[in-house]
Every structure is written in structure tokens, then in C-alpha cells.
């Protein structure tokens, strides 16, 4: 009797396990996609005579097309369409949507109902996911998570990561450091950034803002061109800083990516284990080369240097910076494409929210350089492989492609954005479907 409920116990739960089983792979609704050209994400061939499947908020399977839609919650025909991951952008800041004067002096809840508003907006651009390169974002991530603002899911750094006299640093120069006795400064007080100095410093504040809620960490390690105090030429943080911060990251799961302009900057970076270069605009062909040889990814904002070069005026010290940055994109791409450098895409705009609704047109300056299918590739499956790097810190499921088991992040453009990516720059008329996470957002198919 013993063993006969010993096998009828065994048989239960292996039933249960199937049942189980069955219900997790099918968890959520069903919806059909056909009539679609695919764009995976990763290669710039479309795929043709397929239709995909969603299951919640996932992908579930490519199959072949001409099925009758039945059993399926949901059936759209994209009407003959190219169906795309989401665009990913993967230098953005959610919370400098304006001038940098209205930022430090306003409150912190006005900028986030700033905020709120523009991530609408993002998302009905097509982006469906930005990694946030600096602020304090935590509250917006999670409000979207939980459904409450509509918008892409966010990656936030949180505080951007810089040294005194660096990238950062907006002191007033009336005052002592704080470690002196002066004042904390608006811009370490709202989260934007935080100063620090020396590997116990860096330990500590890399390991206060995964405490907060980093998916990945941000150190500024050389000049910039939107800040007053540090010239384009400067190296910000020793080796032992920004090995620290590598370290610190890496116990957690993740990675440093790095704001980052000269040459000797860069190389500093790489050799500590820095993943991901960002802007490089004065990089020399070593550097970039290097880049290639670490396996590492690179983020190159040039709209955003090319619209500083008109909002900066002749009395701003820093127009020679922008001026200085943009000269040179030209060549850094070049060796990008030279050493087969895997590319991102991040806008990093800046100073306004018309300037930032510019957002797109980045893709189409990138022409320059890249074809619309490779720009394409960066947007989507190129950037998937940046956020993916946050490991087992990686709050939500593989993005960027259309492939099974991916996050339900799917859009359908009326035209082929792999033979020109202008079509993705004009999604009031050419981007027909907005699915994110799985609910769609947009259809006027």
C-alpha cells in the first residue's frame, strides 16, 4: 500500500510539473503578427514568409506564415510592413530634459514631472528602452515598471560617478569642499552626480548607488563639453580609482561604462576593465583600435555635439570644446569601421526638450558614416548586447532582436528602414505599431 501511494504521489507532482511547466511557457495571452518583413536585430537580411508570436510579454516563436490566425487572442496584420525590435537608446538622461540653468535650480519633483511627460514621447518615437548615463531614475524605472508613467524601461546609473575639477563638478568656487565644511553642492544633492575622491571614495560611492538601485555604473574619467571646469585634454580619476570602480561593480554583476573624450583617457579605462567608451571624440586611432582588442563597446554622440556648436555662444568657454569634438567624429567613426568596433547608439541631447525631440534625427546624420542597416543594428541589437551586460543585474529579459524567448518589444514601419533609417526619424507617418513588454502602444495599421 506504502509504495503504491509512494507512486501514486510521484505521478501527481510529475503531472503537476507538466501542467506547470505547460503553463509557463504559454503564461499571458497570445497574438499573431503576419504579413511582416523581419528585421532580427543582428543581421541587416530581412526574413521574409514569416509571422511572429507573442506570449505575454515575451516572444514565443517565429513560425511559418499563412496559418488562419485561429486560436490566437489577438491577430495584426502588419499589411505588408517591416516589423523591428524597439529602438534602444543608450545615453540618455530622463531627467536633463531641460536647459542646464532650469535644472540645478529647480525642484527635484518638477524635473521628474518633466520627466513623466517626455517619456511618452520617447516611447511613441519607437524607443522602448534607454540606459540612463546619469540621475537620479530609480523612482521613474520603477513607476514605469509598475505601469503608472508610460514610457521605455529604464537602465539608470543613477549619480554620474566624477572627481573634483571633473566632469561634474558645478561648485560654487566661494566655497570649501564639503569635506572642509562647505556646502553640498545642487547637483550631488538631487542625485545628478557625486564627487569623489580616492579608491575608498569610489568604493563607497559605487556601492551607494547599486544600494539605490545602479543597473550599471557611470565615472566620468576625462573633460567634457557641456561642463565648465575641466578641459577636454584632462584625465579624471588615477588607475587605482577606476580599477576600484570596476571591482566594486563587477562583485555586483555589472559593468562601468565610461564618459570619456581623449586619447590617454580612454586607454586609462580599458586597461581597468571599463566596458563601454562613451563619446571617444577625441580618441586617436590607437585608442579605438584598443577598444576593438578588449572586447569593449563604444557610444559616439555626434548630433549632440554638432546642435552645442549653435547653442553655445561666442562668450561660452565651452563652444571650443564642441568645437574640438565635433572636428573630429569624422575620423573616430572612420576607425571604428576600420577595426570593427561594436557600435552602439546614444544621443546624449541635451539643453531643452526641443533639442531633445531631435532625438531620431541622430540616426540620420549617423548616414555619414554607416549604412542605414548597420545603423539599425546599433540601435537595436548592438545596444541589447550593452544593456545585457549588467549580467545578473539585468532587471528585465534579452532586448534588441526578434527572436524566441526575447522581450515582447516589437515595432511596424510602413517603410523599409534597412535601406534608408530616415524612415525611423518620421514615426508620425511611418511607424505604424508600438508594442512594448508586450502591450501595444500604438496601431494604425
Request: charge should be neutral.
Amino acid at each position: 500500500m506504502n509504495r503504491k501511494r509512494s507512486l501514486l504521489s510521484i505521478l501527481v507532482l510529475a503531472a503537476f510539473a507538466v501542467v506547470n511547466t505547460a503553463w509557463a511557457v504559454n503564461e499571458g495571452p497570445t497574438t499573431l503578427i503576419k504579413n511582416v518583413s523581419i528585421f532580427k536585430g543582428t543581421s541587416g537580411e530581412l526574413i521574409t514568409g514569416k509571422d511572429v508570436v507573442l506570449v505575454g510579454n515575451k516572444i514565443g516563436k517565429i513560425i511559418p506564415a499563412g496559418g488562419d490566425g485561429s486560436g490566437y487572442a489577438e491577430v495584426i496584420d502588419g499589411k505588408g510592413g517591416y516589423l523591428t525590435p524597439g529602438l534602444i537608446d543608450n545615453h540618455w538622461h530622463c531627467v536633463l530634459a531641460l536647459d542646464y540653468g532650469v535644472v540645478f535650480s529647480s525642484p527635484a519633483q518638477y524635473l521628474d514631472a518633466v520627466a513623466t511627460w517626455e517619456a511618452k514621447e520617447l516611447l511613441m518615437r519607437g524607443v522602448t528602452t534607454v540606459r540612463d548615463a546619469g540621475g537620479n531614475t530609480v523612482g521613474l524605472k520603477l513607476a514605469t515598471d509598475q505601469g503608472y508613467v508610460t514610457g521605455p524601461r529604464i537602465y539608470p546609473s543613477q549619480a554620474v560617478l566624477s572627481q573634483y575639477s571633473g566632469h561634474t563638478d558645478f561648485r560654487n568656487k566661494n566655497f570649501l569642499p564639503k569635506e572642509w565644511g562647505g556646502p553640498v553642492d545642487p547637483v550631488e544633492r538631487m542625485g545628478l552626480g557625486l564627487l569623489v575622491n580616492g579608491r575608498d571614495q569610489m568604493l563607497q560611492a559605487v556601492r551607494n548607488n547599486l544600494y539605490q538601485g545602479a543597473t550599471q555604473i557611470k565615472l566620468a574619467v576625462s573633460g567634457g563639453v557641456s561642463s565648465y571646469s575641466d578641459p577636454l585634454y584632462a584625465n579624471e580619476f588615477l588607475p587605482e580609482e577606476i580599477e576600484a570602480a570596476v571591482m566594486a561593480a563587477e562583485d555586483y554583476g555589472t559593468y562601468v561604462m565610461t564618459h570619456v573624450h581623449n586619447a590617454v583617457a580612454i586607454k586609462r579605462a580599458l586597461k581597468a576593465g571599463v566596458k563601454s567608451i562613451e563619446h571617444a571624440m577625441l580618441a586617436d586611432e590607437e585608442a579605438i583600435k584598443m577598444i576593438a582588442e578588449k572586447g569593449a563597446y563604444a557610444s559616439v554622440q555626434a548630433l549632440v555635439a554638432k546642435q552645442l556648436l549653435s547653442v553655445y555662444k561666442e562668450s561660452d568657454p565651452r563652444l571650443a570644446k564642441a568645437q574640438a569634438a565635433w572636428s573630429n567624429v569624422g575620423n573616430v567613426m572612420g576607425w571604428i569601421k576600420k577595426y570593427n568596433v561594436k557600435m552602439g547608439w546614444g544621443t546624449d541631447l541635451l539643453e531643452g526638450l526641443d533639442t531633445r525631440a531631435q532625438q531620431l534625427d541622430d540616426l540620420v546624420l549617423r548616414k555619414k558614416w554607416f549604412s542605414s542597416a548597420e545603423l539599425m543594428i546599433q540601435a537595436t541589437g548592438n545596444n541589447g548586447e550593452i544593456v545585457a551586460l549588467t549580467g545578473q543585474r539585468n532587471p528585465y529579459g534579452k532586448l534588441g532582436v526578434i527572436e524566441e524567448g526575447a522581450m515582447a518589444d516589437v515595432l511596424i514601419y510602413s517603410k523599409n528602414p534597412l535601406e534608408d533609417v530616415a524612415v525611423v526619424a518620421d514615426p508620425e507617418n511611418n511607424l505604424k505599431l508600438i508594442i512594448k513588454d508586450g502591450k501595444v502602444y500604438k496601431n494604425t495599421l
